[in-house]
């Protein structure tokens, strides 16, 4: 199912990352602090082109699964 994430600015999107995504913040803990805010820096200038002039809106996808017992 398509969805949007959407947030009142880049910085709460990058946020949210790091709040719902603790793999990737531990993986990037794992690099030199120089490395590490590379890799923000990269993360942000990737992110920037969903950013508007309503906030951060990005596309998303989520799956649906349906079981049967």
């Given at each position: 199912m398509p969805f949007v994430y959407?947030?009142?600015s880049l910085a709460d999107a990058l946020r949210n990352v790091?709040?719902?995504q603790p793999l990737l913040v531990k993986?990037?803990?794992e690099l030199s602090e120089d490395d590490r805010a590379a890799a923000w820096a990269e993360i942000n200038q990737?992110?920037?082109p969903f950013v508007g002039p309503?906030?951060?809106?990005a596309p998303g996808e989520a799956l649906l699964v349906v079981g049967v017992a």
């Open positions: 959407r947030f009142p790091q709040d719902a993986l990037l803990g990737t992110l920037q309503d906030g951060f809106a």
